[in-house]
């Protein structure tokens, strides 16, 4: 430990060694910034595919994907693109959906991300209506969908989202 005295201004003055008064950690607890990431790739996006097992029911988002929780303000999003996405001009659309596939907002992370924007090491701060929206809470629980336009033959990235949950359901 070092050695601390106060000067005339009343200010502290500290020489040497001290423990740091900041301590860090995670929390899981209501009303803490949360973090949200998705690795993914361009033939393996985050998606909601209908009736998958065609008996005429809709399918939902597997229980056991990561959500972000209704009443949630997102305060980020930022893409962080790890190989080089390739074909036909293709764009990435990022978006929150509800579990039984409903639209919240299919461009609300991001709308229409350019191939230009989409090389390796390139980083996109993600700019929809539901990021960094004061005004704009997610209107429901939201699963993470990814859309390609054009057509995409190579490419993958990941996707980190942070968030507030609300301290209660809204």
């Known amino acids: ?40 790739s361009y033939d393996a996006l985050p998606t909601f595919t209908a009736d998958v097992d065609n008996d005429g029911t809709d399918d939902s988002f597997d229980n056991t994907i990561p959500f972000i929780k209704e009443g949630s303000a997102i305060l980020s999003a930022t893409l962080l693109v790890t190989t080089d996405w390739g074909g036909t001009t293709p764009t990435l659309t990022l978006g929150l959906y509800e579990s039984d596939g409903t639209v919240i907002d299919a461009d609300g992370i991001d709308a229409t991300i350019a191939e230009a924007a989409l090389d390796a090491g390139d980083v996109v701060v993600c700019d929809g209506a539901l990021v960094a929206n004061a005004t704009k809470l997610v209107t429901a629980d939201g699963y993470l969908v990814g ?12 996707l980190v989202i942070e968030y507030i949950e609300p301290t209660t359901k809204v």
């Open 147 to 158: 859309v390609t336009g054009g057509t995409a033959t190579s490419g993958s990235a990941r």
């Open 1 to 40: 430990m070092g050695t601390k005295y106060t000067n005339k201004d009343g200010l502290s003055i500290n020489f040497g060694t001290k423990e740091s008064l900041v301590q860090w950690g995670q929390s899981n607890a209501e009303g803490v910034k949360k973090v949200l990431w998705c690795d993914f």
